[in-house]
């Protein structure tokens, strides 16, 4: 099996993302895979609504920040800047899909899987899920478009509460800021995502794919977000310099 599955019935896609471990976290061959997923998905006029889900006890956990080819040493400031845009690429693939789409968030979202989960249209929480994005403590700015996301969501003072404390936004807060949008019962998660997919799926395609486009361009801040890769890079070229100082 590999580490992206699809799943379809009746316009409705249900695609399920399993490292087999590590906290399903995002290496490389993962977020190519969920990239390559949802070009194919773009192109799928059948699929009126698609589903993204993790394991059974997670969503993902984040970066994995032990895969040398997300963080390769001796590489140039290219190849670097290359390795660090994969995210940036994978969350613009899964946000630019003209169907309706919904996260079924079953345990931690850490990170760059937060991040992923706010690219797409709804959020279901389990209810010991939990959203966390450690990143500005870790020494980096949110990337991959988070940021515009993250504030489009939940507002500014929410974001910098999130960020700079380290919060973690269990399902109940989730839903009271606007990070997810229903809760489900543990284990229930997909079965609701399913339910609101189908739901989706009855609305005549075209009036559905114009109308969240229509949505989409009032709210999208992304492209404010053009030069977030490149201070993720900085800060970790700082972080390694200081490191080595």
């Given at each position: ?141 949110l990337a ?12 500014p003072a ?52 114009m109308t ?34």
């Open positions: 099996m590999g580490l992206v599955s699809i799943e379809q019935t009746d316009g409705v896609a249900l695609v399920r993302y399993d490292r087999g471990g590590r906290a399903n976290a995002l290496n490389a061959a993962a977020m190519e895979a969920l990239t390559e997923t949802a070009h194919r998905l773009r192109a799928d006029t059948a699929t009126r609504a698609v589903v993204l889900t993790g394991t059974a006890t997670v969503f993902s956990g984040g970066l994995d920040l032990s895969d040398p080819q997300l963080w390769p040493t001796g590489a140039d400031a290219l190849e670097q800047h290359a390795a660090v845009e994969r995210g940036r690429a994978l969350c613009d693939a899964w946000a630019a899909l003209p169907q309706l789409t919904i996260a079924a968030i079953e345990g931690p979202a850490i990170g760059g899987g937060g991040v992923l989960a706010m690219a797409l249209d709804l959020r279901v929480f389990g209810e010991a899920a939990h959203l966390r994005l450690p990143e500005a403590r870790l020494g980096f700015n991959w478009g988070g940021l515009p996301r993250l504030v489009s969501l939940v507002g929410r974001a910098k509460r999130l960020l700079f404390t380290d919060l973690r936004v269990d399902s109940a807060l989730a839903l009271d800021w606007g990070l997810a949008d229903l809760i489900a019962g543990n284990g229930a998660v997909v079965a609701e995502s399913l339910r609101l997919a189908r739901e989706a799926a009855a609305v005549p395609p075209l009036a559905l794919r969240k486009r229509a949505i989409d361009a009032q709210a999208d801040q992304t492209r404010l977000a053009h030069g977030d890769s490149d201070q993720f890079l900085l800060g970790r070229l700082l972080r390694d310099a200081a490191g080595a100082a």
